[in-house]
Structures are given as structure tokens and as C-alpha cells.
Nanobody, 125 residues
Framework: QVHLAESGGGSVQTGGSLRLSCAAS????????VAWFRQAPGLEREGVAV????????SYADSVRGRCRISKDNVKNTLSLEIDNLKPEDSAMYYC??????????????????WGQGVQVTVSS
């Protein structure tokens, strides 16, 4: 049974950093495209970062590019997201997601088959 579980959320001050983790079970992240999405109240779910299974390339949303890093550990079967210089607009529920297909930051949420329950990130000014 496939399961994704996020951890590491919480409250951070503007300008701080955060690292989110996602533990996967029931499949191997080495053979899946993996991603982080976020959704703020009243807004659509948006992609933050993706690792494409085809070649391991990473892609990022314009809003986080340059201050965000997505990575995965094929041995521990986990993926992570680090964001620096956090801004209040980064506040949202963050979700990890996975799918066996070739995907990138432009791929819509419905292309991802598996999802975690989400973890809240709040950035205070």
C-alpha cells in the first residue's frame, strides 16, 4: 500500500529557512517522479518543485527558484524540500506527491497519483 507522510512543518519568521521531509512507503522514489505542492486558503494547489524520474532533473516554480532545493534519498526512500529566505506568501499547506510518469513543474496536480496528507507552514512577518 502506497503511503506518503510529510514532516517538518511549523511556524517560521520571515527570512528564515525550513526543511520539509516526506517518507514514502509501498513504492520506490527512485522509479517515480516526486514533487512538492502547496496550497494557501482560497488559492489553487500549485507546484513548488519536481524531480523528473526520466533523468533526475529538477524544476521549480518561479516564486521559489533560487531559494529552494528539492532532493530525494533513494536509500532512505524519502524526499525533501528546503526553502530559504522565507516570505509570508510562502505560508501554505505543503504536500508531497509522486507518480511513475515523466513530470515537471508545469505538470498539473491531477497528473500525480499519490499524495501525502500535507503539513502546514506559516511564515510570520
Amino acid at each position: 500500500q502506497v503511503h506518503l507522510a510529510e514532516s517538518g512543518g511549523g511556524s517560521v519568521q520571515t527570512g528564515g529557512s525550513l526543511r520539509l521531509s516526506c517518507a514514502a512507503s509501498g513504492f520506490s522514489v527512485s522509479t517515480y517522479s516526486v514533487a512538492w505542492f502547496r496550497q494557501a486558503p482560497g488559492l489553487e494547489r500549485e507546484g513548488v518543485a519536481v524531480i523528473d524520474v526520466r533523468d533526475g532533473s529538477t524544476s521549480y516554480a518561479d516564486s521559489v527558484r533560487g531559494r529552494c532545493r528539492i532532493s530525494k534519498d533513494n536509500v532512505k526512500n524519502t524526499l525533501s524540500l528546503e526553502i530559504d529566505n522565507l516570505k509570508p506568501e510562502d505560508s501554505a499547506m505543503y504536500y508531497c506527491a509522486a507518480d511513475a510518469d515523466h513530470l515537471w513543474i508545469g505538470s498539473p496536480p491531477e497528473r500525480f497519483k499519490y499524495w501525502g496528507q500535507g503539513v502546514q507552514v506559516t511564515v510570520s512577518s
